[in-house]
Structures are given as structure tokens and as C-alpha cells.
């Protein structure tokens, strides 16, 4: 049986069309040429066989003689049926390979996925279809108009038979591709799935158009992928708008619970209009910051509360209590989004207007200069350049996320507690940058893996805590602030970290220390449990970083730790609120 060379799609009934091969090897075209030349000798063979056992029969009508010898005509039968059978055979080859190459071109069509048929000019679709189309266009093509097959509106069948005698009218204006961007580019899937529809011309040797191929194509995929991708977009230039614009955004903010307060109360149709025109001013407020979705959630109901179908108080305050509710909820969601990104509490502190840290605090060292109160200084220092303790964490909080997602663990919000005392950032500032030291510390040794965590009988997600106070030294009433930053992961084993002592200095003072001493050298300089050091850890140098930062400013840091339970950092530095340079 001769190899496979050459795969093309055949639509019967079509005449005069070149159909384009898909290539399967280097043979491809030999082969072919190859298969068309059996067929060109078993033509002329029969011929040869036919003219041969015609002159046999026509000897008499000539006047000559007749075979009559046996040995002659037992040759000529035996030739004529050798000839007939190596005929058939070539000819069983060529039916093979054509039947192997039909049965090619079906698998590859259908293993595509697309939907492939052709229409004519009077719009009938031919036998040939794939079965992608069952899927796809919901219906078996054959035999059917394309109106039909395509679900073309009624309202529109006039619109597209117009442009199906335009498709097909020879030496037109338009071309193929001009006159099909009229046609339907998606079909209407019952379960709403985005079926692409493509057209491809076949023309006769003349060149004129004769049928017309359709491609549906599934691209849902692609699609929602796109919507993902925009979504994105749109999340991002919200969030950039909200921080450059943030003034704005809150008195956004404000009218919307403005509208949803006023919309609490009774309101009679014909006094609409302020409460309407409220609504009509958010729907282009909350579309300047890219909040997509309320501002679907405000044009519908805007337009549903104008409804001129609405004639009573009653109807339309039943509309606008679905509006507040839904706007409500809108917003919440809004809400909701950006609470992490520019506080729980940023409604409260009204509009805000950027100053630079260092000038309050110039400003703080010029009343000092100035002979001030200290009481005053202070009081200002604490209302205008101090922040809340736990804003001094955020990143804390988001860095922790992010390892997480890289290391394949789990962590739930961090969770504060404490008075939340108001702190000046800038003499603690280096402190604050070194803490990421720590934050790397619990999310590689401390928070294990999902599967280990709840093989210990713990949620798969670890929890880390922060606690900021305000202690009193009793003996010299000096005040310090205490955080305490811990996690109820793996914890310290202090065998591990006697082993590494004994590495690296065999003979030191640890070999007499309890437990809670020997962990404390988790602080000195090149330590790590760590065999390998990698991107998060292993050099040794980050949790010496921390302690050098609160030595600087005069404070103490231990490290408490049971094993499997958690470990917990006891940092104590001075509370400053007096500036000394």
C-alpha cells in the first residue's frame, strides 16, 4: 500500500476548485502526481483490453478469419483477465489511498476543535461539515440554510440576504473581505460561550465565487482572559487615581452615603429631581476612578428610577429601595477593596494635604528654639508628625503575603493588638526598614507548609501577631515601646542551634547556658541554621541587623521560642517624642 503524502479538504458538488494541500512530508506532491498516474494506465489499459477483444469479435465482420485456435484464445482470455486484475489492483490502491487520506483530512479537521461548513449562493449549506459544528453552532449544517444555521434575527433576514447577493455578485466594488464584515463575526450560543465565525472564499477557475467557507471557533477562553486582563487594568488605574486624587475620592465616598442616607427616607415621585440629579453626578464620579462595576450598578438604577413607566410614589419607591440597596453593597465592596491599601480609618480624617515629614519636624525644632513649651512641642509632635504604631507595619503585612505565595504557604492576616500608641517614624526609621529581617525569619523557619500544619493539628494558615504598648520603667519613669511581633509556627529548636554553635566555636560560653540563652545567639553575626543559603536566608547577617538597629537607639531585643508552638520577639526601644537634633 503506498504511503500517505498529501491531506486536502474536497467539498463535492463544487466544481473547478484547487484545493491547497496540507503538506504531511517531502513525497508529498510525487505521491500525489504518483496516485493521479495509476489512474491515467489503468485508463489507457481498459482501452488496450477493450480494442483488443473488439478486433477479436470484429475478424468475421472484415471477412477474416475467426480465433479459432484454442492455445490463441486461451492466451488472449488469460491476458485480457491478468490485464483486468493488475487494473483492479492499481485501481484498489488508489481507492485506498484516497480513502486513507479522506479519513486523514476528518481526523485533522475534528481535532482542530473549529466548526468548518460552506454555503453556496442561495445560501445552502453543503454535506461536508465538521463535527465541531454539532458543538459549536448547535445544530447539524447540512441541507440548511445559513440564516438558519447562523440564528440570523428575523428582523434581519432581509438585511442579510442583501448582503449575501452583494457577497456573490461578480465584479462588485466591494471585496470578499469588505462585503463579510457585514456578516454575523459570533454566533449566539445558548450557554453563552464566544463563538467567532471567519469566512473564506472558493473560487471556480475563473476566478468567481462560488461557495463560501465558515470557521466558528470556540475563543470563550481567550475572552474571559481578556476581560481578566482589563479587569486588572482597570483595578490598577483605579488604585493610581485613588492615590493621586485622594481628596476627591473621599468626597466621593461621602455623596454615595449621602445618596444612600437621603434614599432612606419616604420620597414622592415629583420630588425626584435633587435625589436624581445626586445620582446622575456619582455615576461620573465613580467612573473617573475606574470603579467599573458600581458604576454599572449607578446607570441602571438612574435610569430605572427616570423609568417613565413608573406613575406612583409607591412604585417608585419600592425602585429606589432596590437602588440603595444595591448601591450600598456596591459600595461596600469598594470599600472593601481599598481598606488595605489606604486604611481602615481614612474616612475619618477628613481631606488631607501633603507636607513633607522633614518640616514638621523643622517646625518642631524651631518652637524647641523658640523656648516652646514642651508640653506644646510634644502635644504637637503627637497630633501632627506621630502616626499609629501599627501603620508602621503595613508592609510588614503585605511582604509576609508575598513570601508566602513564593514559598507555597499560607498565612492570615496580621493580627494587632495593643494601645496602638502614636510614634515619630523618623528616629526609628532604620529600625523599621530592619524589621523585614524578622518577616523573612517567620515565613522560611517559623510558618511551615499547609500539609505539616495540619498534620500537627493547626489551620494551614499561620497567624502572626503585633502588639504595640506603651511600658513604664517604675525605677527611672522612662517610658518605652514595646513590640512584641509573633507566630505560632515551627519555633527555635535549640538543638539545632548547640549544633551550629559547635561548629563554629566549640569552646564558647553557650556549652553552660540554659535553652532560652543559647537561642539568643540566633542574633550574632554569620548564625543560620540554614545549610544553604538562598534568596530569603542562610547568611547569617539579617537577624544581627535588627539587634544592631534597637542597640543604636538604646533598646533590647530577646526572642522566646517553644518548639512546634511559635516563637515570639520582645523588642523594647525608648518612646521618643523629643527630637535632640
Known amino acids: 500500500m503506498s504511503e500517505i503524502g498529501e491531506t486536502s479538504i474536497e467539498l463535492p458538488g463544487v466544481s473547478g476548485v484547487a484545493s491547497r494541500?496540507?503538506?504531511?512530508?517531502?513525497?508529498?506532491?510525487?505521491?500525489?502526481?504518483?496516485?493521479?498516474?495509476?489512474?491515467?494506465?489503468?485508463l489507457v489499459g481498459m482501452t488496450a483490453i477493450v480494442l483488443v477483444l473488439l478486433f477479436a469479435v470484429a475478424l468475421p465482420v472484415f471477412h477474416m478469419s475467426p480465433v479459432t485456435h484454442k492455445a490463441a484464445f486461451g492466451?488472449?482470455?488469460?491476458?485480457?483477465?491478468?490485464?483486468?486484475?493488475?487494473?483492479?489492483?492499481?485501481?484498489?490502491?488508489?481507492?485506498?489511498?484516497?480513502?486513507?487520506?479522506?479519513?486523514l483530512t476528518e481526523v485533522l479537521v475534528n481535532s482542530l476543535g473549529q466548526g468548518f461548513l460552506s454555503f453556496n449562493a442561495e445560501g445552502l449549506c453543503g454535506r461536508v461539515y465538521s463535527q465541531a459544528c454539532l458543538d459549536l453552532l448547535e445544530t447539524v449544517p447540512s441541507s440548511k440554510n445559513i440564516k438558519e444555521v447562523l440564528h440570523i434575527p428575523e428582523a434581519e433576514h432581509a438585511d442579510f440576504k442583501d448582503w449575501m447577493e452583494i457577497l456573490f455578485m461578480p465584479n462588485h466594488a466591494l471585496g470578499f473581505d469588505d462585503v463579510v464584515k457585514f456578516l454575523p463575526q459570533f454566533f449566539p450560543h445558548s450557554q453563552g460561550r464566544r463563538i467567532s465565525l471567519v469566512y473564506r472564499p472558493i473560487r471556480g477557475k475563473d476566478e468567481s465565487l462560488?461557495?463560501?467557507?465558515?470557521?466558528?471557533?470556540?475563543?470563550?477562553?481567550?475572552?474571559?482572559?481578556?476581560?481578566?486582563?482589563?479587569?486588572?487594568?482597570?483595578?490598577?488605574?483605579?488604585i493610581c487615581r485613588i492615590f493621586k486624587e485622594r481628596n476627591q475620592f473621599l468626597a466621593t465616598i461621602t455623596h454615595l452615603r449621602k445618596f444612600i442616607e437621603v434614599a432612606e427616607q419616604p420620597t414622592r415621585r415629583t420630588d425626584s429631581a435633587p435625589l436624581l440629579r445626586l445620582l446622575h453626578t456619582l455615576k461620573a464620579a465613580v467612573k473617573h476612578f475606574h470603579l467599573e462595576e458600581l458604576g454599572e450598578i449607578v446607570h441602571k438604577h438612574e435610569a430605572a428610577l427616570r423609568d417613565e413607566s413608573i406613575t406612583t410614589d409607591h412604585d417608585f419607591q419600592v425602585r429606589l429601595d432596590v437602588a440603595r440597596k444595591e448601591i450600598e453593597a456596591g459600595l461596600q465592596g469598594v470599600l472593601d477593596q481599598v481598606h488595605d491599601l489606604i486604611g481602615q480609618d481614612y474616612e475619618g480624617r477628613g481631606n488631607m494635604h501633603e507636607v513633607e515629614e522633614s518640616a514638621l519636624y523643622d517646625f518642631a525644632r524651631e518652637m524647641r528654639g523658640r523656648n516652646a513649651d514642651p508640653v506644646l512641642v510634644r502635644h504637637f509632635l503627637s497630633k501632627i508628625a506621630a502616626i499609629p504604631a501599627n501603620e508602621c507595619f503595613r508592609q510588614f503585612d503585605r511582604e509576609l503575603h508575598d513570601l508566602g505565595e513564593i514559598m507555597g504557604k499560607q498565612v492570615k492576616p496580621v493580627r494587632y493588638t495593643g494601645s496602638n500608641p502614636r510614634v515619630l517614624t523618623q528616629p526609628i526609621h532604620e529600625f523599621l526598614f530592619s524589621l523585614t529581617h524578622i518577616c523573612r525569619n517567620i515565613m522560611d523557619h517559623g510558618i511551615e507548609p499547609p500539609v505539616t500544619r495540619l498534620a500537627r493539628g493547626k489551620d494551614p494558615a499561620g497567624q502572626i501577631s503585633i502588639h504595640c504598648d506603651i511600658v513604664l520603667d517604675g525605677a527611672t519613669q522612662k517610658e518605652w515601646l514595646q513590640i512584641i511581633i509573633s507566630d505560632d509556627g515551627n519555633g527555635i529548636d535549640p538543638l539545632r542551634v548547640r549544633a551550629k554553635l559547635a561548629t563554629i566555636d566549640p569552646q564558647g560560653a553557650w556549652r553552660h547556658e540554659d535553652d532560652q540563652a543559647v537561642i539568643q545567639y540566633i542574633f550574632s553575626w554569620g548564625f543560620s541554621t540554614r545549610e544553604n543559603v538562598t534568596d530569603l536566608s542562610g547568611h547569617g547577617v539579617g537577624m544581627e541587623a535588627v539587634e544592631r538597629e534597637v542597640k543604636i537607639l538604646g533598646g533590647t531585643i530577646k526572642v522566646y521560642s517553644e518548639l512546634y508552638r511559635g516563637t515570639r520577639f520582645d523588642i523594647r526601644i525608648p518612646y521618643i517624642f523629643d527630637l535632640t537634633s
Not at 503538506?23 to 491515467?40: K, L, P
Open 21 to 42: 494541500p496540507m503538506i504531511a512530508g517531502q513525497d508529498a506532491r510525487s505521491e500525489a502526481t504518483r496516485q493521479v498516474d495509476i489512474i491515467h494506465i489503468s
Open 75 to 103: 492466451i488472449m482470455v488469460f491476458a485480457s483477465m491478468a490485464g483486468i486484475g493488475y487494473l483492479y489492483y492499481m485501481n484498489y490502491r488508489v481507492h485506498q489511498h484516497v480513502s486513507n487520506q479522506a479519513r
Open 210 to 238: 462560488t461557495n463560501v467557507v465558515v470557521i466558528a471557533t470556540d475563543q470563550t477562553e481567550e475572552f474571559e482572559a481578556q476581560k481578566l486582563a482589563q479587569h486588572q487594568q482597570s483595578y490598577a488605574e483605579m
